[in-house]
């Protein structure tokens, strides 16, 4: 299966854990929006998928 640009991969293949984007059920503030997320980023900090994913394509459009 190939990426599709602008989509992240939080099924977790690359790190062999489905798992690793899970914050084990607790709900905390997400980084971009503040609103609680169950979902970390690849750093581990609290974050939607689809605000790391505007975040990203908000980025490459300053490029």
Known sequence: MTPVRGLLDWSGRKEKNSR????EGRRLP?????K????KDDDGRPCHKVCAE????MSEGDR
């Open 20 to 23: 690793a984007h899970w914050n």
């Open 30 to 34: 997400c980084r971009v929006c503040r």
């Open 36 to 39: 609680p997320a169950f979902l």
């Open 54 to 57: 505007t975040e990203q394509a």
